[in-house]
C-alpha cells in the first residue's frame, strides 16, 4: 500500500537581502517525504540543508525572508497544515510534540545555566506527555491527573539517555553542558528531540560530533524509530557513508538547488550530475585511503621529521570533581586525563582518536594550558611551559594554536570575521600596519575557500562549515610551529574535507608545521596522520605508526573502534 506523504514542499524559495541585492539561500526546491521515510539531504557547506530544515520547522534567522513556495505537513491528528502561514503561537504547540529538530551543534543548543536532565525533562513537560505504561516501564500520574509526574519525567529522561548510549545517566542529568564532551552533549541533544516521540525528526549532521561506535549506535536508534514507531525522518549529513546506512532516499543540494534526486541504490551506483558524482568521488577516495605514511629504505615507517620531539607530556593528568561533601571539599574525581605521556615530532602530524568523553579535547588543551592540568609536564620546544612565567607564556603561546571543535562559539558574533583574523596578529604585533595585516587576513580567507568580499561579514551570515574555515584562517594568522586541530574538519562536506587536509598538508610542507590533529572520523585520520594514538577513559591505550594502527592493531578497543567504521552499503 502506498505510504501517505506527510510533508511536502512546494517551490520554497528563502533568500538574505544585502545591501546591493540579495543572497537566495533557497532557490525553488520542491520535494516530498512519507510516513515512516528517512531522506537524506547531502550537499556542500552553504547549499541550503539547515535552511531547509529552518524553514520546516519556523526557525529562519530574522535577516532571512521565505518569499515564495509552501510547506504542508500533516500531523497526528491527520490535519494538513500549511507551514509557511501558520503563526508562531501554533508552531510553539507543534514543535517538539509534532517535528523536532536536532540541532548541529549542541553547545549553543543547550541552556549553559541548567543541568543537561532538567532541560529535557523541561522539553517533556512543555508538550504535556502523557507517558505510556507497559513497554518503556513509565508511569504516569493517577487519580485522573493528565500531566506526568516529576518521577515518570525522570525516568523517561534516565531511559533516553541510556537509549543514547550515555554512560551513566544519573551523572548525567546532574551535569551542566560545560561539563560534558561535544558527543555526550550532541546525544543529551538527540534525546531531548527524542523525548516526545515526534513523527517528523529532523535530524541535521546528527552524528558529526560523535565517534564512530556511538554514531552506529544512534543510526541504529534512528532505523528502530522508523521501524518501531514510524517516525519520519530528515537526515542531513556530508558524510555519504552515514546517509547510506540510514536513508531510503537521497536529495543532493548545491546553491539552493536540488540538482539530483532518488533512491540511495540510484544515486550511489549511478549518479547523474557532475556535483554528484564528485561527492562520490571524494567519500570514495577517502574511504580508500592509505593515509600518507614514508617509507625508508629498510621499508619500515617513520615520520618525515627531523627526529626532535617538539611537543612532549610526561605523566600529564588533569582531573575533575565530580562528588563533593558537605563542606565542599571534593570527595572523587573524573579522571579525563590520566598519566598521559607521548612524543609529537617536528613536522609530524600525530593522530589523536578515541571515543566522545574519551579525553582527547582535555588532552588537548591541558597541552596549551586552557585547562589546569593536575600534574605532569608539557614540554615544547625544550621547556616545560606549564611552569613558564607569564610574559614567556605570551611569547611562547603565539607559537601554539588550536582550532576549536565548535565553530558557532569560536567566533565573537559582533565582530566581522576579518577582523577576527587580524585582532591575534595586532595583539602579538605581527605585521607594521593594519592594512598589511588586513592583506593577510582576505590571502587566508582566500585560502580555505571563501572570498575577500567576505571580510566585513559577520558569522551568523555563514553555514556551519564555513565558519570553521575562518577558525582555521585565524589559527594560520600566527604563523605557528603547532596546531592542535580538534575536530577542526567535522563540521565541513566531503568535498571541503578533502579541500582543507590538501590545505594542511601543503602549508605543513611549506612551513614545517607540526599537527596534533584529534577527530573521531578515522577515515580523516588516515588520510592526514603519520602516526595514531587511540586514548580511551583518558589513557593511550596504543600508539603507533598509521598502517600498524589500521591493518595490525594492538588493543582490543581499536579494533572495535575500526569495525564501527561507517562503509557505504553499496559497492562500487
Not at 620531539?309 to 563533593?324: A, D, E, G, M, V
Amino acid at each position: 500500500m502506498e505510504r501517505e506523504i506527510i510533508l511536502n514542499i512546494n517551490n520554497l524559495r528563502v533568500n538574505f537581502p544585502l545591501e546591493n541585492g540579495k543572497a537566495e539561500a533557497l532557490r525553488g526546491i520542491s520535494f516530498s517525504l512519507k510516513k515512516g521515510e528517512t531522506l537524506g539531504i547531502v550537499g556542500e557547506s552553504g547549499s541550503g540543508k539547515s535552511i531547509t530544515a529552518l524553514s520546516i520547522m519556523g526557525l529562519l534567522p530574522n535577516n532571512a525572508k521565505l518569499s515564495e513556495g509552501s510547506i504542508f505537513f500533516q500531523n497526528k491528528a491527520g490535519e494538513t497544515l500549511d507551514l509557511v502561514q501558520l503563526a508562531q503561537s501554533d508552531f510553539q504547540k507543534i514543535r517538539g510534540s509534532e517535528i523536532a529538530m536536532i540541532f548541529q551543534e549542541p553547545m549553543t543548543s543547550l541552556n549553559p545555566v541548567f543541568r543537561c536532565g532538567e532541560q529535557v525533562a523541561e522539553a517533556i513537560q512543555m508538550a504535556d506527555l502523557r507517558l505510556p505504561v507497559g513497554r518503556q516501564g513509565l508511569r504516569i500520574a493517577e487519580q485522573g491527573s493528565q500531566k506526568t509526574t516529576a518521577q515518570a519525567v525522570k525516568e523517561r529522561v534516565l531511559h533516553l539517555f541510556e537509549k543514547v548510549k550515555l554512560l551513566d545517566p544519573e551523572r548525567i542529568w546532574r551535569s551542566h553542558p560545560h561539563q560534558l564532551s561535544g558527543g555526550q552533549r550532541q546525544r543529551v541533544m538527540i534525546a531531548m528531540a527524542l523525548s516526545c516521540s515526534p513523527s517528523l525528526l529532523i535530524a541535521d549532521e546528527p552524528t558529526s560530533a560523535l565517534d564512530v561506535t556511538v554514531q552506529r549506535s544512534i543510526l541504529q536508534l534512528i532505523n528502530e524509530l522508523k521501524s518501531d514507531w514510524g517516525c519520519s525522518t530528515i537526515f542531513i549529513s556530508h558524510d555519504l557513508g552515514v546517509v547510506a546506512e540510514v536513508a531510503d532516499n537521497v536529495l543532493v543540494m548545491k546553491n539552493g538547488e536540488i540538482v539530483e534526486q532518488g533512491t540511495v541504490a540510484e544515486i550511489f551506483k549511478n549518479p547523474q550530475h557532475p556535483y554528484t558524482q564528485l561527492l562520490l568521488e571524494n567519500f570514495r577516495k577517502r574511504s580508500h585511503g592509505i593515509g600518507k605514511p614514508v617509507l625508508d629504505i629498510t621499508g619500515l615507517e617513520i615520520p618525515p621529521s627531523s627526529g626532535f620531539p617538539i611537543l612532549q607530556t610526561r605523566n600529564l593528568q588533569t582531573h575533575f570533581p565530580s562528588k563533593h561533601n558537605f563542606f565542599g571539599s571534593p570527595t572523587e574525581h573524573v579522571k579525563a586525563v590520566d598519566s598521559v605521556s607521548f612524543d609529537v615530532f617536528e613536522g609530524e602530524t600525530l593522530g589523536l582518536v578515541g571515543e566522545s568523553g574519551s579525553g582527547k579535547t582535555t588532552l588537548g588543551r591541558s597541552i596549551l594550558n586552557l585547562v589546569n592540568p593536575t600534574n605532569g609536564e608539557v614540554i615544547f620546544q625544550g621547556k616545560n611551559i606549564l611552569q613558564q612565567a607569564e610574559k614567556e607564556w605570551f611569547s611562547t603561546r603565539k607559537e601554539l594554536q588550536i582550532i576549536f571543535q565548535d565553530p558557532y562559539s569560536s567566533l565573537n558574533p559582533r565582530l566581522p570575521i576579518g577582523l577576527a583574523i587580524t585582532e591575534p596578529m595586532e595583539v602579538h604585533g605581527l605585521l607594521p600596519s593594519e592594512k598589511m595585516r588586513r592583506e593577510r587576513a582576505v590571502e587566508l580567507l582566500e585560502t580555505v575557500g571563501l572570498e575577500a568580499s567576505h571580510f566585513w561579514r559577520f558569522p551568523s551570515e555563514f553555514s556551519g562549515g564555513q565558519r570553521q574555515r575562518i577558525c582555521i584562517a585565524r589559527a594560520l594568522a600566527l604563523e605557528p610551529k603547532l596546531i592542535i586541530c580538534d575536530e577542526a574538519i567535522s563540521s565541513l562536506d566531503v568535498t571541503v574535507q578533502t579541500q582543507v587536509l590538501d590545505l594542511l598538508q601543503v602549508l605543513q610542507k611549506k612551513h614545517g608545521l607540526t599537527y596534533l590533529f584529534i577527530s573521531h572520523d578515522l577515515s580523516v585520520v588516515r588520510l592526514i596522520s603519520d602516526r595514531i594514538a587511540v586514548m580511551k577513559d583518558g589513557k593511550i591505550v596504543e600508539i603507533g605508526t598509521t598502517t600498524e594502527v589500521f591493518n595490525h592493531p594492538k588493543s582490543e578497543y581499536t579494533r572495535q573502534l575500526l569495525e564501527a567504521m561507517p562503509i557505504a552499503k553499496l559497492k562500487e
